[in-house]
């Protein structure tokens, strides 16, 4: 066991709450910090899915020849604030510069070793907690409308098998036989078991968040402004005009960690991934299991009396309201993909996923501060990667070597 420390974390989503409850495992008191509270970010509002299949970047080959197309077809699922576009312009050339196969490929192998055994670090995380109860095993199916649209996919499909994932293929009658719900235009499905999803992420987190309090784990609502240092070692955070020391400070803030990780010498090239979720209240009929619809780009996840949608793509920033268009293209693929299926009440919901330019998160010891650490970056898999990352972080912390290269995540590569 390695010495009690106080240790302050910034951000309190799936990740910064994972981080908390692994680091009590190891005795040291925690104090999780942020603006709005446990669980009310992204990780609130998330496709729900725990999809440890998901190792693919959006930057595959031909991307740069597709995105203008779908930048102009109201039907494809990514959005672009106009305005906006001088401001992401930077982001963007150093992002679409990893739209290569080689580039697919490591990427791919960054984030297996976080994602690969999602189910499994969830529910080792939330063992003891009261927050098991959201955590439901069950299959992730991709729906494509043949087997020649699957077939255009191969690249990521072959990447998923080398990487040791397996699945079955349902076709036609099959299919329809698993899930009723969907319609016939969808005639394929990859079916990937041992996967899961979360039932009520916002509240998933949340009783993580609770259990850490119960085991005397401070939660405080504010704003943090700084890393407060002296001589090179971390010993307190300053947020909402106060101090509150610690020994060591871990950014796990999402998108908000930019510019704090720049206070400490480690400029991200990081942007928002507007992300929307449409949920359809008390629907007449659910999926029997998560699924990504591969022409929509966007998930359906069944979550308690509702079906989440998610996975629109819209890049604005962190200030400009929700669009309408894209909760307008969910509305019009849930009516395509389960077209017998009515409801009684819709929620909107737009949030902001972390998106480092080369797609990996930023994970580990800040170089040249002792004490300050890092956890966000992850894109898409927020809630999938979160448990393996907190664990992850602790294990750093405690000087115990990960059984992970984590060099692949060091904040270091972005050092100033």
Known sequence: MSERKTIAIIGAGIVGVS??????????????????????????????????????????????????????DPSQPLFLKWGYVPKLLPWLLRYLKHANASDVERIAAALTPIVGDSLNDHKTLAHGTGAEKWIVPSDYLFLYENRKHFESDALGWDIRRKHGFAWDELEGEAFHAYDPIFSKDLGFAARLADH???????????????????????????????VVRDNGKVTGVRAGGTTISCDTAIITAGVWSGPLA???????????????????????????????????????TPLEGRI?????????????????????????????????????????????????????????????????????????????????T????????????????????APSRYAN
């Open 196 to 226: 899961g999803h979360i039932t009520d992420p916002g509240r998933y987190v949340k009783d993580l968040a609770a259990h850490v309090e119960d085991n005397g784990g401070k939660v405080i609502r504010a704003a943090v402004e700084d």
């Open 262 to 300: 720049d206070q400490l010498g480690i400029s991200v090239p990081l942007e928002s991934e507007r992300g929307y979720h449409l949920e359809l209240v008390e629907p007449s009929a659910m999926p029997k299991s998560p699924v990504m619809v591969a022409s929509g780009k966007f998930v359906a």
């Open 19 to 72: 981080t908390a409850v692994w680091l009590q495992r190891d005795g040291h008191d925690v104090i999780l910090i942020d603006k709005a509270g446990p669980g009310e970010g992204t990780s609130h509002g998330n496709g729900g899915v725990l999809a440890s299949c998901s190792i693919i970047p959006v930057t595959v080959p031909g991307l740069l020849q597709k995105a203008p197309r779908m930048l102009f």
């Open 308 to 388: 989440r949608l998610a996975g629109i793509v819209e890049f604005g920033g962190l200030d400009a309201p929700p669009s309408k268009a894209p909760f307008e293209l969910m509305r019009k693929n849930a009516r395509a993909a389960f077209p017998g299926v009515t409801w009684k009440d819709e929620v909107e919901w737009m949030g902001h996923r972390p998106a480092p330019a080369d797609s990996i998160p930023v994970i580990g010891e800040v170089p040249g501060i002792d004490g300050a650490y890092m956890g966000f970056g992850h894109h898409h898999i927020g809630l999938t990667g979160g448990p393996k």
């Open 390 to 409: 907190g664990r992850l972080l602790a294990q750093m912390i405690a000087g115990r070597l990960p059984n992970t290269d984590v060099s692949v995540y």
